[in-house]
């Protein structure tokens, strides 16, 4: 789908990664540019036994590697010549100096550049902080916890490197029809604070409200935990209606809800209704689960139009039986299951391309440059 469209990413952690991995995925050419020796996220954690980060190698599959002295005149020449050559860069790590978009435009007139930020003033802020000063942890966990909950899911990371995989895409498609580059600032606080504004939540405090804890249950509607007579437990969800009515027929609970509904003066086929006496209808329901085992949930729930999902851990997961997956031989980490592109075209999905060894391109990229990685080497600007 992006054959022909070339990015160099200058970049570290996950925002600006999984933003080049996404439109590698899709078959652009992304070329990461690390110093020599790989940047912080060559090793962050978690490892393979051999000590190879599978964060790195899960950020960076697909693309090719290229490392130089970053600190070197040489190094940022080469790194100057590379973004001229390709057009288009993607960084959350470079920016000033001699690689800040207004040196390398002058190299490119035309250059698109999408420089990852903390917080719209520049100044420092990673996802942990962001999501801290942004309202959830505080909002997040059972009503009688005081302390705030951070999730170990690192939301906007991942918001902000999809966003930036689409303002590449945009500035691109703009230049192709103006011949216009863009610089194009992306601050991860911003990318929070526009999806929890977008999610109602900023609207809703600004009208006097403060949302409340309510553990695992699903606001404004029918959804809980429920726990189940073998030890697990399932997310149970009633979206709709029908959802609630198919919930109350397979529990056997639907005359004690309707005497329910009466004596609470209630109507249960409305969301906020639902919501409001969650506790009590979770109360009439828990009993269902807690005598019955996983499988037999299962069954009793199957044909019915409740959605509801057992709890599991990632190693739990059949990670064989899913399209999505693929598997690469990845260099420090063995024979592992990846996954590819989640975007389904009807044309048959990508195979996966495991991530390169640090520097394993440097050659072959600047060589395609007219340059001599040998001489470079011998002086020390590229690994």
């Known amino acids: 789908m992006l054959e022909g469209l070339r990015i160099v990413e200058i970049s570290s952690f996950v925002a600006a990664p999984l933003g ?12 990461r540019v690390d110093p020599l020796g790989g940047a912080a996220d060559t090793v962050r954690w978690p490892l393979a036994p051999s000590g ?38 993607l960084t959350n790590t470079a920016g000033r100096g001699r690689l800040s978009y207004e040196a390398l ?8 550049l999408l420089q990852v930020e903390g917080k719209p003033d520049g100044s420092a802020a990673v996802d942990y902080t962001v999501n801290a000063e942004i309202g959830f942890p505080l909002v997040t966990g059972p009503p009688e916890h005081a302390a705030p909950i951070s999730h170990v899911l690192p939301a906007w990371d991942v918001a902000c490197g999809l966003y930036a995989a689409v303002g590449l895409l945009a500035a691109e498609r ?10 194009i600032r992306l601050p991860l606080y911003d990318v929070a604070l526009a999806t929890a504004g977008n999610l109602g939540l900023l609207a809703e405090a600004q009208l006097g409200v403060d949302r409340e804890r309510i553990g695992n249950h699903l606001y404004g509607g029918f959804g809980r935990d429920f726990a189940l007579g073998d030890g697990g437990r399932v997310m ?9 009515a198919d919930l109350c027929e397979v529990t056997g609970m639907a005359e004690t809800v309707g005497e329910l509904a009466r004596l609470l003066r209630a109507d249960f086929a409305v969301d906020g209704d639902r919501y409001r006496h969650r506790e009590a209808l979770a109360a009439l329901f828990a009993p269902w689960f807690a005598d019955r085992t996983l499988p037999e949930v299962e069954r009793a729930l199957k044909p019915a139009s409740v959605l509801w999902a057992p709890y599991k851990r990632f190693s739990e997961l059949d990670l064989a039986a899913s399209a999505l997956m693929d598997e690469v031989d990845q260099p420090g980490v063995g024979r592992v299951r990846v996954p590819t592109s989640p975007l389904d075209t009807g044309a048959g999905r990508r195979r996966a391309v495991p991530a390169p060894r640090l520097g394993e391109h440097t050659d072959e990229v600047l060589s395609g440059l007219g340059l001599d990685p040998a001489d470079l080497r011998v002086k020390g600007v590229v690994a």
Not at 174 to 183: F, L, S, Y
Not at 236 to 244: Q, S
């Open 236 to 244: 149970v969800v009633a979206l709709t209606a029908r959802h609630f």
């Open 105 to 112: 435009r002058e190299a490119r007139p035309d250059l698109i």
């Open 52 to 89: 190879t980060s599978l964060l790195w190698t899960g950020m960076n599959k697909g693309k090719r590697s290229v490392t130089v002295d970053l600190r070197s005149d040489e190094g940022r020449d080469i790194v100057t010549r590379l973004a001229a050559e390709a057009g288009i860069v």
């Open 20 to 31: 080049g991995m996404t439109l590698a995925q899709l078959g652009a050419d992304v070329v």
């Open 174 to 183: 703009r230049r192709a029809r103006t011949g216009e580059g863009a610089h």
